[in-house]
């Protein structure tokens, strides 16, 4: 399996600035025939599932913000949140669907300094 | 607008089978693959497998031999069993939709159910 590594596991960022959460692959997901990664971000809030952000490593999900962005390619993934929000604070995890079984990260809390 | 509600018993004894069932409604039904997900403290979120909509499956291998996922197409449903439960399979349980189905499934989930809490216990 392809293990999912986030770093931090948890960050406190204050209102109006910028938190970065990492996701890092064991194996690269770029698939080279499309040249897409398989590379999935979601916004987890206490009591809710998961909500999809990004696809594709970069592809916005409808109704996402774009001060929300989705970056890195091959192994290493970025998710920047700029001008954080107090609607922010959640859980993000990465996901991986480059091969099977689909894999997660373990999750990184973002909080409100 | 596509809504997934899911439901099944919440509580089992170690050995008893885990039953949960997803409903689907809003959207092509068979134009996706539909997946169950659990999600537990310990071991974060695990992908435990998918059906379509003629029923062909695929399953996470550290679970297949205790996973059956199964669909009923005239009810837009799709099923879970999970055989021999123990307190290591106490965890959240999701339905979701997977990507749009280009020529293979595409594994990121976009919707999902509410979640159903399933604890093992004697």
């Known amino acids: 399996d392809i293990v999912m590594t986030q770093s931090p596991d948890s960050l406190a960022v204050s209102l109006g600035e910028t938190a970065t959460v990492n996701c890092r692959s064991s194996q690269n997901v770029l698939y080279s025939s499309n040249n897409k990664n398989y590379l999935a971000w979601y916004q987890q809030k206490p009591g809710q599932p998961p909500k999809l952000l990004f696809y594709w490593a970069s592809t916005r999900e409808s109704g996402v913000p774009d001060r929300i962005s989705g970056s890195g390619s091959g192994t290493d993934f970025t998710l920047t949140i700029s001008s954080l929000q107090a609607e922010d604070v959640a859980v993000y995890f990465c996901?991986?669907?480059?091969?099977?079984?689909?894999?997660f990260g373990q999750g990184t809390k973002v909080e409100v300094k | 607008q596509v809504q997934l509600q899911q439901w099944g018993a919440g509580l089992l004894k170690p050995s008893e089978t885990l039953s949960l069932t997803c409903a689907v409604n809003?959207?092509?039904?068979?134009?996706?693959?539909w997946s169950w997900i659990r999600q537990s403290p310990g071991k974060g979120l695990e992908w435990i497998g998918e059906i379509n909509h003629s029923g062909s499956t695929n399953y996470n291998p550290s679970l297949k031999s205790r996973v059956t996922i199964s669909v009923d197409t005239s009810k837009n449903h799709f099923s879970l069993q999970m055989t021999s439960v123990t307190a290591a399979d106490t965890a959240v349980y999701y339905c979701?939709?997977?990507?749009?189905?280009?020529?293979?499934?595409?594994?990121?989930?976009?919707?999902w159910g509410q979640g159903t809490l399933v604890t093992v216990s004697s």
């Open positions: 809003g959207g092509s039904f068979s134009a996706y693959y």
């Open positions: 996901q991986q669907y480059y091969s099977t079984p689909p894999t």
């Open positions: 979701a939709r997977e990507g749009l189905v280009v020529v293979t499934a595409i594994r990121y989930f976009d919707y």
